[in-house]
């Protein structure tokens, strides 16, 4: 295990909760964006959200991450399941410390509620957005509820960068104090139609994508043909591109996954990789690490997004023996009681 | 197995949209040129009378059978490959959301196309098929059932230009 050194712990003020002071040319006082503005090689988790009241079981799952991570992802009702809501996640963990990325889905809101969210979120020292579409109420436990998609992606971005850079609402009418927020997408380079997927990521850098989390990547050819494309129309300069990778517990489960998750493309020499391990979970696991390695490698990719759904702890494994942070130690929570 | 839904009649015109995109692009630009700007004052004269409800009608008749129209009242089928956006299932107007299925199919509907996998294949056929990069703004829900010929004849009056 890598020793703390000092590092990271520069990004965090004297009061854990409090913004950090602005630096030049960044559009949040968030830890995610010092870092990759730095050049480190990020590291991201999705964290899964508790089905609960109860504020300390946040506390718990994200202690999983702390001293691993750059910043913890709250999903937004993924799936079009219902949990904690992502914007109260994000103010509890903002309250200790951490940096969030706040999911935002079009799926269950308007612009109306989202922009009073996003105002508030940024009011509660959230430095992260990341703007989704959605999955459609029909994959989830409610398929009965009305979709929204008042706005899609796209127009989201837009519409938080003019809150933001404008300091207006949709409408024109002024906002005093603008949210202070780094601002995120979805990208899905393993998606048909696959010629439209850099063209897709140009476009959202337009609407205001400063970075971008991609789908779980499991084809490293796919993501090396979509990460030339990337680079060779510079859109790596211009948004800092993280790949999601997630360890596979079981051939059935990768199988599971590629028929009922929506958008995750998992290639049969993976599936048949795992069938014929002894021991799958911990091939499931080397594949991952093998993966991040080699991702990692790849021109133009600014970190990982690590999505490992109920099995936190695996993930965190995983970033340690692949040694992704190259030694560096991201910002931990120093706790009452601890030296 | 699983049964097949009976195809909808209007879709199968959809898909030859999208395969004559170029003739269809090539079709709007000329009745936009000629009609819609030409006889600009008509059409805003027509506006809030009985007759722009006989507008209404001949649009939904016509879109409704070459593209499945839904009357959204902000047409943007020039940018789309000539495949109407609001028959994805999300209604997405900038693009495909990431679950499209290996097969171009739907991620809600696997018996449906992708709108914008369609759309993309009807962009790259059409001249100006630089157009679908462009980012559209939210849709303006109030004026949803209303025409987009007559919207548009409105919006060269308001700006002024010809």
Not at chain 1, 183 to 190: C, D, K, R, S, V
Not at chain 1, 247 to 265: F, M, Q, T
Not at chain 1, 308 to 323: P, Q
Not at chain 2, 90 to 103: H, I, T
Request: charged fraction near 25%; charge should be neutral.
């Amino acid at each position: 295990m890598t020793a703390a050194t000092d590092g990271d712990q520069q990004d965090s003020g004297r009061d854990p909760g409090a913004p950090l002071p602005p630096l030049p040319g960044h559009s949040s006082r968030g830890r995610l964006e010092r870092v990759l503005r730095r050049g480190e090689f990020a590291v991201t988790a999705e964290m899964d959200p508790p089905d609960s009241a109860d504020a300390d079981e946040v506390y718990q799952r994200a202690a999983v991450f702390d001293g691993w991570v750059d910043a913890i992802n709250a999903t937004d009702g993924a799936g079009a399941n219902c949990h904690m809501s992502s914007v109260a996640i994000c103010a509890l963990l903002t309250r200790v410390g951490y940096a969030p990325v706040f999911q935002i889905s079009c799926r269950d809101h308007n612009r109306i509620a989202i922009q009073g969210n996003v105002l508030g979120a940024a009011a509660m020292g959230v430095g992260n957005i990341l703007c989704l579409t959605g999955d459609g109420v029909e994959v989830g436990d409610q398929p009965q509820a009305k979709p929204v998609f008042d706005l899609d992606g796209i127009s989201l971005l837009e519409t938080i960068r003019i809150m933001r850079d404008e300091k207006r609402f949709l409408s024109g009418r002024k906002i005093a104090s603008p949210p202070e927020v780094f601002l995120g997408a979805a990208i899905n380079p393993f998606a048909p139609p696959v010629d439209y997927r850099p063209l897709r990521l140009a476009k959202k850098i337009a609407a205001g994508a400063q970075f971008v989390q991609s789908q779980y990547c499991f084809d490293l050819p796919m993501l090396r043909d979509y990460m030339k494309r990337a680079v060779d129309q510079g859109l790596h300069e211009e948004c800092f591109i993280l790949i999601g990778v997630g360890p596979l517990a079981s051939a059935r489960a990768a199988r599971w996954i590629r028929e009922h998750v929506p958008g995750v493309h998992i290639p049969e020499a993976v599936i048949d990789r795992l069938a014929g391990a002894q021991d799958q979970i911990r091939e499931g696991r080397d594949l991952c690490i093998e993966l991040i390695q080699q991702i990692r490698e790849v021109e133009g990719v600014a970190g990982i997004h690590v999505m490992a759904y109920r099995r936190e702890r695996l993930a965190v494994e995983i970033i340690e023996k692949s040694a992704v942070l190259g030694g560096r130690r991201p910002w931990k929570r120093q706790q009452a009681g601890q030296a | 197995m699983t049964v097949r839904p009976p195809v909808r009649p209007r879709s199968g015109l959809r898909r030859w949209s999208v395969r004559h995109a170029r003739l269809l692009e090539w079709l709007y630009e000329h009745f936009e040129t000629i009609l819609l700007r030409g006889l600009r004052p008509l059409w805003n004269a027509l506006r809030g009378t009985r007759a722009e409800k006989g507008v209404i009608v001949v649009e939904q008749g016509v879109k409704g059978l070459l593209f499945d129209c839904r009357m959204c009242g902000s047409c943007v089928l020039i940018a789309t490959g000539m495949s109407c956006p609001m028959t994805c299932l999300k209604g997405l107007r900038n693009g495909p959301c990431g679950g499209v299925r290996a097969d171009g199919s739907c991620e809600l509907d696997a018996e449906q196309p992708c709108a914008w996998v369609l759309a993309w294949d009807g962009n790259q056929r059409m001249r100006r098929n630089e157009r679908i990069a462009g980012l559209q703004a939210p849709l303006d829900h109030s004026r949803r059932g209303t025409s987009s010929w007559l919207n548009k004849a409105a919006e060269w009056a308001d700006d002024g230009s010809h």
